[in-house]
């Protein structure tokens, strides 16, 4: 593991491991090994990335290729107009051309060359998408989301 990989990656297995003490604590939640579930979600997520963030350790140090940043700035513009986006246009429009657009810039190397035929198949998958979130926000759990234009 590179010096940088190794700082992260103790970075974030102290950050998840904060935050699953936190979800046990008593000072935050007065009965944490009661009936509570508020709290149910955050374990389940902190102790994911925490069991995540300790198999970083065990990788092996391989030749990889390093990160070149500038790949990154597309999705941290992409996570900027998300955001900016979604009050306007509504949860489920910014999340669809949110995945979209990913999916369409971070594609594989080797993908087929047939533009329509790749839009077609992205697109089929970035509305199969929506549809799982909106039933597992809307129906399943509930949930109030950003309404924006369209829905």
Known sequence: MNQYFK??????????????????DEVFNPSPWGENEDYLFPRFI?????VLSLLLWFERDDK??????MDLLPGL???????ISMNT???YMASMIMFFAVIMIYKKPEETKD???VLLIKLSISAVFILILYGLFTLMLQV????GLFF
């Open 46 to 50: 902190a102790g994911g990335i925490a």
């Open 77 to 83: 513009g992409l996570i900027l107009a998300y955001l």
């Open 115 to 117: 533009f329509w035929r």
């Open 7 to 24: 700082i992260s990656t103790l970075i974030v297995t102290l950050l998840a491991a904060l935050l699953l003490f936190t979800s046990f």
């Open 89 to 91: 246009i509504g949860f």
């Open 144 to 147: 109030r989301l950003p309404r």
């Open 64 to 69: 990889g290729k390093p990160t070149n940043f």
